[in-house]
């Protein structure tokens, strides 16, 4: 079973920043795409970015310009800086990672339980 641990949410007044960081940990050979999503309260979830082993990277449209993701692959952990943050910005983001097994070899799909971001206006 792999394990994501979100942290580094909490609130910020509109025009800060915040550095959101997700450590995965359990039996894992290989982690490939991850990515962050968020979901606000009576909103549907949404993919906020998402990064490939490799680097590429997908940077939704509400946040071009204001959020980099990233990737530390030899800890198994990703990264968004949030910046120029807007009270719209607030949601729980989730962390995901697609994982490849050390023992069975299996590929899963891994959630984090979320961090609070809220952003004041």
């Known amino acids: 079973q792999v394990q994501l641990v979100e942290s580094g949410g909490g609130l910020v007044q509109a025009g800060g920043s915040l550095r959101l960081s997700c450590a995965a940990s359990g039996s894992i050979f290989r982690i490939d795409v991850m990515a962050w999503y968020r979901q606000a309260p009576g909103k549907q979830r949404e993919r906020v970015a998402d990064?490939?082993?490799?680097?590429?990277?997908t940077l939704a449209d509400s946040v071009k310009g204001r959020f980099t993701i990233s990737r530390d692959n030899a800890k198994n952990t990703v990264y968004l800086q949030t910046n120029s943050l807007k009270p719209e910005d607030t949601a729980v983001y989730y962390c995901y990672a697609k994982s490849i097994n050390a023992s069975s070899g299996r590929e899963t799909d891994n959630w984090g339980q979320g961090t609070q971001v809220t952003v004041s206006s």
């Open positions: 990064i490939t082993r490799g680097g590429s990277t």
